[in-house]
Every structure is written in C-alpha cells, then in structure tokens.
C-alpha cells in the first residue's frame, strides 16, 4: 500500500539533505511554471497505466540511481496513481506521494526570529514564509507588554496565532498594507477570529474596499506597548499602500521595496484602470500601462523610503521564488531583509532615473495568475469557499518587478 506524506514532512526532509527522487506527475508547462526545488517532471496522467508504451524503462531513466521515490502533482491525484502503479509494477522503489500535492506544499511555513537581525531593545519581529509563493508576513510585538500586531498575513491564518504563542504574544490588531494581488489575504478573517481592529490605508475605500476596516491616516502611530508604528504613505505598487516604521528600526515595506527589486505598478494602474485614465496626458492621449504608478513609486522611494536612516532594517513582503521552486536570496528559514543602506547601493532600478524607471517598470513581466479575481476577493466584492481560495492562488509569486 502507498503511504503519503506531508507537504511538511517534505520540506522536512528537503532541509536535512535526504536523497530521494521527487517526481512531478503534472504536464510539462505546469512544471515549468512552479515546482518544488530538485522535482524532476515526469507527465502521468490520473488513469495512465505504467507498463503501456515503455512507461517504466523511461521512468527509470528519468529518476536515475535512487532507491526512494517520492510523487507529487496539483492535489495528489495523478502523482498517487503513478505511485500505485510503481508499486504494482516493480520493487525496485520504495514509494511515497505527497498528501495534496502542489496545494499541500503551498501551505508549507516558516517562522523565522528577526529579533537579533534589528537594532532595538524589546523589539520582536517574527517573519512568517511561505515557501511556495515567497510571501513574508510578520508578528511585530513589544517584549515589555507583550502586545503585537500581525502584518500582511495570508489565508492560513493560525500560522500567525502559532507564531504570537510561540513568542509569548499577544495579537491586538491586524494590518494589511494594501490590496494584495498575488494572494488571499488573511486579514480580516484573522481580525474577527480574535476580535481586534483590521488596518488598512486610509486610500484603501477609494479603491472599493468592502471589508469593515480601520483607516491609517498618513503618519498616524498605532502604539503597541511600548512601541511606536508610524504608517507611511507609499504609493506606487498600489494607490493604498503603506509602509510601518516600527520604533524608527525597521520598516516593512511590503510590495513598495523587496530585498532586489520593487513591486510592479501596472495590477492596478493598468491600461483599462480608473487609475490609469484619469493620468491621461493633456492631449488626452493614454500614458504607458502602469506609468501613473510607476512615477508615484519613483517618488515613494528616493523621497520617503531612501530619505530614511540607512540603518533601518528593510523587511519586504515577498522573496523572488525562481521557477526552480528556490528563493532567489537567502533560504527558507532564513532571515530575509536588507538595509536601506544597501538597498540604495544594491538594486540598480534605485540608480535610475524617473524616465529610466518608468520605462523600465512597463516591462515587469508576467502578471501573478488570477491577479484581478484575487484583488475581488480581498477588496471583499468576490466571496469564495476555502477550497476556491486555494485554487485561486496556486502558481508563482509575480508581484516583483
């Protein structure tokens, strides 16, 4: 009999270096597309027989020199067939199939201590990763009261209670720091589960936010215990977004400034956008799609973000994952921030000037998957059951210009 594991349990095995071939049952473009570090692809549908048309002998050449097989697909279906057929046909492997495929590995977590990383006493910061998609959401709290805040959480909202207990913390208030494009947020769900206030930008109505929220006006502090969070205005990826100073230490910087590049501007300020036609030029001509973002974003950063003491920590709220399923900077487990001291020396888009950037923010690259229906959804026009959730989001991160 197949036995399955955990997406967790993957990962687990992963981080400690155990030799196993993991084998991506899905087709070839979905592989492409988003797969876990070191899957190797081999197409097999959900009622495929394996001894039909040399299945085996070119399974075996694709898996090489290993003992241990491990499948995974979409949900578990096609990568659980093959597994029983292995089974059936040949005991040369001992196999296993990964319990809800890609969408089990899209809920895999890691919380990560930044306390050490930031300059400032009784200050916790705990970053929350998801390893799929490179989303950073945080547990920002105060070691003297042990009150805190979460910061952009995603839909698997008790990562973020397990992490504030873990800590010794207390949650008295969730913030989104704009509309999210590329993921379901967790916000509001996670503010009700505990009955404390939801935050987003005061501009956040004027994007048709639906969600009962709290407004953060431009500079307004939120005290937690003993700390200070100023919410900044930074638009530019959106026209909502704002960035946390916490206690003049850190800022977390959510799509405005990752750790190599910025967010993109075009998900909202797009060709067909409100945003986009009322930036009409005097002629009455169309600017470039994302061009009215793209110079609010040139702004936000060289004269808020940048005009900020180079000490402070950068925390971002994505980390590139490459289609080779890695991060592009740092680990899974690891600290990922920056300075903005290196950032303003690091990222060449930060040397450019207005009209380089621009042009060069009008080519950022493939849009996030389901982007808009994403947006319906956290604006709070667009209900969806769980499991359409999970579907919604499944795919790379393209949030990164």
Excluded at 82 to 110: C, F, H, N
Excluded at 343 to 372: C, H, Q, S, W
Aim: net charge negative.
């Amino acid at each position: 009999m197949v036995t399955t594991l955990s997406a967790d349990r993957l990962a687990e095995l992963q981080d400690a270096g155990e030799s196993f071939a993991l084998v991506d049952t899905r087709p070839e473009d979905s592989y492409e597309a988003w797969h876990v570090p070191d899957a190797i692809n081999f197409p097999f549908g959900p009622e495929e027989e394996l001894d039909e048309n040399g299945h085996l002998e070119s399974f075996r050449e694709t898996v090489g020199d290993t003992d241990q097989v491990i499948t995974i697909c979409a949900k578990g279906i096609s990568s659980g067939n093959l597994a029983i057929q292995l089974e059936s046909a040949t005991d040369e492997y001992e196999v296993q199939t990964v319990d809800g495929g890609m969408e089990g590995w899209s809920g895999v977590y890691d919380h990560v201590d930044l306390s050490d990383e930031i300059e400032a006493d009784g200050l916790t910061v705990v970053q929350v990763q998801r390893r799929a998609k490179g989303c950073l959401g945080y547990l920002v709290g105060c070691g003297e009261t042990g009150d805190a805040i979460v910061v952009d959480p995603t839909a698997d909202i008790d990562e973020f209670e397990i992490a504030a207990g873990n800590a010794g913390l207390s949650i008295i208030g969730v913030v989104d720091t704009h509309v999210h494009a590329d993921h379901i947020s967790g916000g509001r769900d996670l503010a009700d589960s505990l009955d404390v206030p939801y935050y987003l930008g005061a501009r956040a109505e004027e994007r048709g936010v639906e969600l009962e929220f709290t407004a953060l006006e431009r500079n307004e502090v939120l005290e937690v215990g003993s700390l200070e969070i100023k919410a900044l205005a930074t638009p530019g990826h959106t026209s909502e977004m704002i960035t946390l100073l916490v206690d003049d230490a850190a800022l977390l910087t959510a799509d405005t400034l990752h750790v190599d590049s910025t967010g993109r501007t075009e998900l909202e300020f797009n060709e067909d956008s409100e945003a986009q036609h009322a930036s009409e030029d005097s002629n009455g001509d169309s600017v470039r799609e994302g061009e009215e973002g793209a110079r609010m974003l040139y702004e936000t950063l060289h004269r808020t973000i940048l005009a900020e003491p180079e000490r402070l920590a950068v925390l971002p709220g994505h980390v590139t994952v490459t289609e080779e399923g890695e991060f592009e900077h740092g680990s899974p487990g690891e600290p990922i921030l920056t300075t903005v001291r290196t950032a303003r020396t690091g990222i060449d888009l930060l040397e450019l000037d207005e009209e380089a950037f621009v042009e060069r923010m009008a080519d950022a690259g493939e849009k996030p998957a389901n982007y808009e229906e994403i947006i319906d959804r956290n604006r709070g026009e667009l209900d969806l059951p769980p499991e359409e959730r999970v579907e919604l989001e499944m795919g790379p991160n393209n949030c990164s210009a």
